[in-house]
């Protein structure tokens, strides 16, 4: 396919022509803001926005620079798949306890970066320029993170790679999203009498016990991020997941991301008070239509009155009165996501090795830890002791870590 008169097409410090004519990496700045305005009009998920991936390069020393394959359909841009180089460890896991951290140099590709026409003819030809890359020594590994299980970039990750460099083991994980309904009602409505019954008693228990003294502020404008940090912040650092090393902490990379929201008028986040103190968080934007939930917690001292779950039923009574089309849970398996989610995918993280030594010893080594993690993962959810085993670990970090200071 002959694109060399397009504009785009022409060869800068950014990137390169392929071998094949239709396709192009882009690997700076320069070349990013050729193809912005393409780039604005398909983006629809808040870790694709361009300003977002812009502003983590001032953040991330690890960040080595962009790594944005664009494949063209008749001499035009049709998709394209962001992602970076990085250069850092891999920090490779079995639950949550460390490993091994790897120092890999790696083309990390964002969650909901293929962009534009994501047919099986783009991803292939995406797939094939991604071996390329590794092939020339650009990269020990390549990394796609919770691609829908079916789709086709999902599909030829998996089966254009060789032997050799095919990742051999990616274990699926559930990502729930909802369709908002026009009426409140209806929120509720696959929702199962005892379901339904539950979420009455315990918002009751909780109103019973603070009469009068039950708040939720909304946090949307430039204005409010100072407060929202804050008030997060409070409940955040004494949740397990703090001790697990996951969920929400005021970093500048949070206030630069839910700063940049705001902005753009995309930041909805909701703090729960009882009795004038800091009870639960709901930390999201609104992009596209839909509402991201990125972070939930609660604080542990309110647990009895469930003041997480209190929380989402009000956040998602509000979305039918704002227009908001539909919920992106994430992933997980947490109950109020299965309880409320009822769109349900699977995703996986598909990795692609360099096949060389150096590559296949990163490949056994990381494929190994992942079988382990899933192993133990599964016989902890046959036992019954998964979830619980995970809250006691991260409240032992916790209670070590205070120990400690």
């Known amino acids: 396919m002959h694109v060399a008169n397009s504009p785009l097409l022409d060869d800068l410090d950014s990137g390169h022509m392929s071998d094949r004519a239709n396709v192009r990496v882009i690997r700076d700045i320069a070349g990013i803001e050729e ?42 841009p049709d998709a394209f798949l962001v992602g970076r180089l990085d250069q850092g460890e891999v920090d490779l896991k079995v639950g949550h306890v460390h490993i091994s951290r790897p120092h890999v140099r790696t083309l990390s590709f964002l969650y909901a970066g293929l962009l534009g026409n994501g047919s099986r003819e783009n991803s292939q030809m995406i797939a094939h320029e991604i071996l390329d890359n590794l092939r020339q020594g650009e990269a020990q590994m390549a990394v796609l993170p919770k691609l829908t299980v079916g789709s086709p970039l999902h599909d030829v990750a998996l089966t254009v790679p060789g032997f050799l460099a095919r990742d051999w083991f990616h274990a699926p994980h559930l990502h729930c999203t909802m369709q908002v309904p026009k009426r409140i009602e209806d929120i509720y409505a696959g929702i199962s009498s005892k379901g339904r019954k539950n979420l009455r008693l315990q918002t009751k228990k909780l109103l019973s016990r603070f009469p009068g003294k039950v708040e939720i502020k909304e946090f949307r404008h430039p204005g409010d991020l100072d407060d929202l940090m804050r008030d997060v912040e409070c409940v955040a650092r004494k949740t397990y997941q703090r001790g697990l090393g996951v969920g929400f902490e005021d970093t500048p990379e949070t206030r630069e991301r839910y700063s940049l929201m705001a902005q753009k008028g995309c930041l909805r986040s909701y703090v729960l008070y009882l009795a004038g103190e800091p009870a639960a968080f709901w930390v999201g934007v609104v992009y596209s239509g839909t509402a991201h939930l990125e972070f939930l917690g609660f604080h542990p001292k309110f647990e009895d009155y469930s003041p997480g779950t209190f929380l989402v039923t009000k956040a998602l009574e509000g979305f039918p009165h704002e227009g908001v089309k539909a919920v992106d849970f994430g992933y997980g398996e947490e109950g109020y996501k299965q309880r409320f989610g009822k769109q349900r995918s699977q995703e996986a993280t598909i990795r692609v090795f360099r096949p060389t030594p150096k590559g296949l010893v990163l490949k056994a080594v990381t494929l190994q830890t992942e079988l382990i993690d899933q192993l133990l993962k599964k016989a902890l959810e046959r036992a019954g002791l998964r979830l619980r085993l995970k809250r006691a670990w991260g409240r032992y970090v916790q209670r070590i870590r205070k120990t400690a200071r």
Do not use: M
């Open 35 to 76: 193809i912005r305005s393409l780039w604005e009009s398909w983006q629809d998920h808040p870790n694709s926005d361009i300003d977002f991936y812009l502003s983590r390069f001032k953040l991330r020393k690890e960040f080595i620079r962009p790594h944005i394959i664009v494949a063209y359909q008749g001499g035009k």
